[in-house]
Nanobody
Framework: QVQLVESGGGLVQAGGSLRLSCTAS????????MGWFRQAPGKEREFVAA???????YYADSVKGRFTVSKDNGKNTVYLQMNSLKPEDTAVYYC?????????????????WGQGTQVTVSS
């Protein structure tokens, strides 16, 4: 089993920044893929960003150039630095771990999930 705990959400004005953290414990592996998803009220959970075991990164088009995903293997922690935030970025953000070797953008591709952290961007 793997436990994922997110932190760092909050309320910020448009144009501001937040950094989310996700710490993994339990059966972690350096070969997993760590992803960030978000879900706004009434909408489906959507892919935001991911980082692979080789530190290759992927982003949704809507956040490319504004968000940066990174990881610290020594701390079993993945980060999502969010800059130039927009009101449409408001959502619950989830950290997820995928133990397959193939990157995927669908929520179903991921095996473990955190509890989520709320990000609210005011206009």
């Amino acid at each position: 089993q793997v436990q994922l705990v997110e932190s760092g959400g909050g309320l910020v004005q448009a144009g501001g920044s937040l950094r989310l953290s996700c710490t993994a414990s339990g059966r972690t592996s350096s070969t997993d893929i760590m992803g960030w998803f978000r879900q706004a009220p009434g909408k489906e959970r959507e892919f935001v960003a991911a980082v692979t075991w080789s530190a290759h990164t992927y982003y949704a088009d809507s956040v490319k150039g504004r968000f940066t995903v990174s990881k610290d293997n020594g701390k079993n922690t993945v980060y999502l630095q969010m800059n130039s935030l927009k009101p449409e970025d408001t959502a619950v953000y989830y950290c997820a771990a995928d133990y397959s070797i193939n990157f995927g953008r669908k929520a179903a591709d991921y095996d473990y999930w955190g509890q989520g952290t709320q990000v609210t961007v005011s206009s």
